[in-house]
């Protein structure tokens, strides 16, 4: 099939998902057609940071989600200087159209796609599926690390107001009753466990949710081949279930800010909400706080 055919489908793949920004996707056919374009970045942020070097779509670098985007000393993302030191080392810059992908329905994809955000970058896509579909379809996999010629691209400076929360913004948006959404497993949301089910404690002292908050967890928006359900499904889900709109002042919250940047991405980018934040210190901040004010039970 000729490759204008291919990406003909792959494009209408997309499209007829009904989302309000296609753009910010791409099909596993649509990659497998430009893979070697040289205006295009793939980028693989994966939770098993191991994973990257058995194997990963040719062409790909790696991003580590610990040490490349988050500040290893203060509780705090990569500062505007190392973000351009980051992406100059990539060989990206602004003409640069950089495509994320990751294992566990692409949960660390849209984590670091919301910290170039941050930034700024907005030349960003998500590989719709990740590693889960492209793995699926038996498509090609190396152990190559490809190397780009260094860029000498300038950062933006980081613009956390815009689609970042903090814990006392998110304590006046609780009291205010504006929309919260709790994106963490039901036993999380109701206070039985502190953690994820098969990971370990990871220092909160208090199980439950924030007031007022809705629980959606984050993975009901995708399918088991790791792709996002369509725009229809999306808003059955936080529309017809849980009353959100599109003009609703949202925040969304999980652990630490990883799994909430995956229902970010949905509302903001999917289904086009105008102003969704994601509060990153999240439970581990919330849980371990003096006085801030929590409810248990079961998601409503």
Same mark, same amino acid.
């Given at each position: 099939? +000729?490759?204008? #055919?291919?990406?003909?489908?792959?494009?209408? +793949?997309?499209?007829?998902?009904?989302?309000?920004?296609?753009?910010?996707?791409?099909?596993?056919?649509?990659?497998?057609? &430009?893979?070697?374009?040289?205006?295009?970045?793939?980028?693989?942020?994966?939770?098993?940071?191991?994973?990257?070097?058995?194997?990963?779509?040719?062409?790909?670098? =790696?991003?580590?989600? &610990?040490?490349?985007?988050?500040?290893?000393?203060?509780?705090?993302?990569?500062?505007?200087?190392?973000?351009?030191?980051?992406?100059?080392?990539?060989?990206?810059?602004?003409?640069?159209?950089?495509?994320?992908?990751?294992?566990?329905?692409?949960?660390?994809? #849209?984590?670091?796609?919301?910290?170039?955000?941050?930034?700024?970058? %907005?030349?960003?896509?998500?590989?719709?599926?990740?590693?889960?579909?492209?793995?699926?379809?038996?498509?090609?996999? #190396?152990?190559?690390?490809?190397?780009?010629?260094?860029?000498?691209?300038?950062?933006?400076?980081? %613009?956390?107001?815009?689609?970042?929360?903090?814990?006392?913004?998110?304590?006046?948006?609780?009291?205010?009753?504006?929309?919260?959404?709790?994106?963490?497993?039901?036993?999380?949301?109701?206070?039985? =466990?502190? &953690?994820?089910?098969?990971?370990?404690?990871?220092?909160?002292?208090?199980?439950?949710?924030?007031?007022?908050?809705?629980?959606?967890?984050?993975?009901?928006?995708?399918? +088991?081949?790791?792709?996002? =359900?369509? +725009?229809?499904?999306?808003?059955?889900?936080?529309? #017809?279930?849980?009353?959100?709109?599109?003009?609703?002042?949202?925040?969304?919250?999980?652990?630490?800010?990883?799994?909430?940047?995956?229902?970010?991405?949905?509302?903001?980018?999917?289904?086009?909400?105008?102003?969704?934040? %994601?509060?990153?210190?999240?439970?581990?901040?919330?849980?371990?706080?003096?006085?801030?004010?929590?409810?248990?039970?079961?998601?409503?």
């Amino acid at each position: 099939m +000729a490759a204008s #055919t291919i990406t003909e489908l792959a494009d209408k +793949a997309i499209a007829d998902k009904g989302y309000t920004h296609a753009d910010t996707l791409v099909s596993t056919e649509w990659l497998a057609e &430009h893979i070697g374009d040289p205006d295009i970045r793939l980028i693989e942020s994966d939770e098993d940071v191991l994973l990257y070097d058995t194997g990963h779509i040719p062409g790909a670098q =790696k991003v580590d989600w &610990h040490e490349d985007l988050n500040d290893t000393v203060m509780r705090d993302y990569i500062s505007q200087e190392q973000f351009e030191k980051l992406l100059r080392s990539k060989g990206i810059d602004e003409t640069t159209t950089v495509i994320f992908y990751g294992d566990k329905n692409n949960w660390w994809a #849209t984590y670091a796609y919301w910290v170039f955000k941050l930034f700024g970058f %907005n030349n960003a896509k998500i590989l719709d599926g990740g590693r889960i579909k492209w793995d699926l379809e038996g498509r090609e996999m #190396t152990t190559d690390v490809p190397k780009f010629p260094a860029t000498s691209f300038k950062a933006q400076p980081r %613009n956390d107001e815009r689609i970042r929360a903090f814990f006392n913004q998110v304590r006046e948006h609780a009291a205010a009753g504006k929309r919260l959404v709790d994106v963490r497993s039901p036993d999380e949301f109701s206070g039985v =466990k502190t &953690h994820m089910a098969d990971y370990p404690q990871e220092g909160t002292l208090r199980g439950g949710h924030i007031k007022g908050a809705r629980s959606v967890p984050w993975a009901r928006a995708a399918n +088991a081949d790791g792709t996002f =359900k369509t +725009a229809d499904e999306l808003r059955a889900i936080y529309e #017809t279930e849980q009353g959100l709109k599109k003009d609703d002042d949202v925040v969304a919250y999980c652990r630490i800010g990883e799994r909430s940047s995956h229902t970010w991405f949905v509302l903001t980018e999917l289904l086009g909400y105008e102003k969704v934040r %994601n509060y990153d210190g999240s439970w581990t901040e919330w849980g371990n706080a003096v006085r801030a004010p929590i409810e248990k039970g079961g998601p409503t």
